[in-house]
């Protein structure tokens, strides 16, 4: 079995790539995307669909409900399903996508957290300023949070009264460890302008597969207040549906944001990761291929 990364910021077309390598050597893949683990976000995810799913079996793909929170150990557990099912079956495992955060996990490793007890939650749901309480008990470790990044800051708290340890102290005490240590990484590299055609063209479709429809009726079922509203082709949405922006204004606001993420994606990957080949699809495809059929 071989275990390869294809990464590529969003709409370089690492979902297509992906499916082709799969055609030609048996593979299993799994999902690096921040939205399609979620059931029910398919369009605006770009998730494979269920024909293409066909191909190869995919993890990390409809793991958890719209109203449930996506974090980093949910990633760890596709991760080591797709592993086993890739081993057991005697295929090579590919990891796709532009969430590139949880690929640098999976090679860093995470810290295991503490047993969090109910009554450790209910305290910090009383907290009033969550961030200024986490300052005073660990300004080093709240230095590198953003006040709005509400997740850590409550992954902080709860480490914090469930073992009396400053969250600094805490990981240093309780270092990460490596899950993965045999992968090779891949990129795909696209011009700015290609990328701009390619994500106008991807944006079109979305809306005539009907992204209006599916924010719309998310919003209608779960609100406003989950994980993935701030994500790029929701919140964009969201403000169309609330008549803050014009049909016009959304597919350019999505194109543009959308490239804007595309850039920060590849520089974490340039400064995350070791060197490794970034290259047109074409070459990506070649090179990828050439290792695998090199190892069976």
Known sequence: MKIIALLGGSGSGKTELSLEIATRFPSIILSLDSLSIYKEIDIVSAKPTLKEREIALHFGIDVIKP??????QIFMSEFQKAKSFAKQENKNLLIVGGSSFYLKSLLSGISPLPLIQQEHKREIANIVEPYNFLEKIDSIYAKNLKKGDTYRIQRALEIYFATNLPPSE?????PPKPILKDCMIFEIFLEREILKKRLELRTKKMLDLGLIDEISTLMQKYGKEQQWIKSVGVKESV?????KIHLQELEELICLHTLQLAKRQKTFNKTQFKEHLRADKSVVFEAICKELKDKE
Request: aromatic share 18%; charged share 25%; net charge negative.
């Open 239 to 243: 403000e169309f549906l609330e008549g």
């Open 67 to 72: 109203n449930e929170l996506s974090n980093v």
């Open 170 to 174: 805490y990981f240093a005490k309780n």
